[in-house]
């Protein structure tokens, strides 16, 4: 008889299951795992910076955004999350949150203790190791993140942020075809890329332009996909994906080859 899966336990084992494979068995125990569900408001703090949590944030709808505070208030956001994400394993190892996790839609969210996440990971090896890949995704996703801070000019962020998101959330089957809710208001866009409201605007509408996209508020429609791969500057290889788990229509356009000598 197969074992009923919750939809919080089933958001986790889906996120996994695009990295790393991991057994039935593996699985079972995960489902294993006790946990405390409750929904959310969007712009709300589930975890604040400077906190000592002793769970950790499971997101099982909705999206949350990662972020720091500076004086005066001021915040950057640093990563976008959706669900399946554990934004906050690390607080497993560390004592104090050093930065904070906000709500940008509505959602739900489950809290896992840390001793019972610390029981799985020794009991289960390999799901210890695919927990500490999914860590090592979420680093190159935010290493890429800085890389298209330094160096993306304001269009390549927003066609890259796009794509990302297109991607990050067909894998987990939250999307269907090539239209979906990008969850960023153009303000939020624009911390979490560095740039302003007024150049988000500009960006956007030039993507619409240039046939690439179609967007009506924060719902958008991805119109050519290997176009705005180009204009992006988009390679999914830093999502470490496991082939098997990208869609073809969401794979990267085949280079060409180059024309032999004459």
């Given at each position: 008889?197969?074992?009923?899966?919750?939809?919080?336990h089933?958001?986790?084992?889906?996120?996994?299951?695009?990295?790393?494979?991991?057994?039935?068995?593996e699985?079972?125990?995960?489902?294993?795992?006790?946990?405390?569900?409750?929904?959310?408001?969007?712009?709300?703090?589930?975890?604040?910076?400077?906190?000592?949590?002793?769970?950790?944030?499971?997101?099982?709808?909705?999206?949350?955004?990662?972020?720091?505070?500076?004086?005066?208030?001021?915040?950057?956001?640093?990563?976008?999350?959706?669900?399946?994400?554990?934004?906050?394993?690390?607080?497993?190892?560390?004592?104090?949150m050093?930065?904070?996790?906000?709500?940008?839609?509505?959602?739900?969210?489950?809290f896992i203790?840390?001793?019972?996440?610390?029981?799985?990971?020794?009991?289960?090896?390999?799901?210890?190791?695919?927990?500490?890949?999914?860590?090592?995704?979420?680093?190159?996703i935010?290493?890429?993140?800085?890389?298209?801070?330094?160096?993306?000019?304001?269009?390549?962020r927003?066609?890259?942020?796009i794509?990302?998101?297109?991607?990050?959330?067909?894998?987990?089957?939250?999307?269907?075809?090539?239209?979906?809710l990008?969850?960023?208001?153009?303000?939020?866009?624009?911390?979490?890329?560095?740039?302003?409201?007024v150049?988000?605007?500009?960006?956007?509408?030039?993507?619409?332009?240039?046939?690439?996209?179609?967007?009506?508020?924060?719902?958008?429609?991805?119109?050519?996909?290997?176009a705005?791969?180009?204009?992006g500057?988009?390679?999914?290889?830093?999502?470490?994906l496991?082939?098997?788990?990208?869609?073809?229509d969401?794979?990267?356009?085949?280079?060409?080859?180059?024309?032999?000598?004459?």
């Open positions: 008889m197969t074992a009923v899966v919750s939809h919080e089933y958001r986790l084992l889906r996120k996994l299951d695009t990295e790393s494979r991991v057994t039935a068995e699985k079972a125990a995960i489902c294993a795992l006790p946990l405390k569900t409750r929904p959310f408001e969007k712009r709300v703090d589930l975890v604040e910076q400077g906190d000592q949590p002793h769970h950790a944030c499971l997101i099982v709808e909705g999206i949350v955004c990662r972020y720091k505070c500076l004086s005066e208030g001021r915040r950057q956001i640093l990563s976008v999350h959706v669900p399946g994400d554990l934004p906050d394993l690390q607080s497993l190892f560390l004592d104090r050093d930065h904070g996790l906000a709500t940008l839609t509505k959602g739900r969210a489950a203790p840390h001793p019972a996440l610390r029981r799985l990971i020794e009991a289960w090896p390999n799901v210890a190791a695919a927990l500490w890949r999914d860590t090592l995704v979420d680093a190159s935010f290493r890429d993140g800085m890389a298209g801070l330094g160096r993306r000019t304001a269009r390549e927003v066609a890259h942020l794509c990302e998101m297109a991607v990050r959330l067909k894998v987990l089957d939250l999307v269907e075809g090539t239209q979906f990008l969850p960023l208001t153009q303000t939020q866009l624009a911390d979490a890329l560095g740039v302003s409201n150049h988000i605007n500009r960006v956007l509408k030039s993507l619409r332009a240039d046939g690439l996209i179609r967007s009506r508020g924060r719902q958008v429609e991805i119109v050519d996909w290997p705005l791969c180009a204009a500057d988009f390679d999914l290889d830093y999502l470490h496991r082939p098997d788990a990208v869609p073809d969401l794979k990267p356009p085949p280079e060409k080859a180059a024309p032999d000598p004459a």
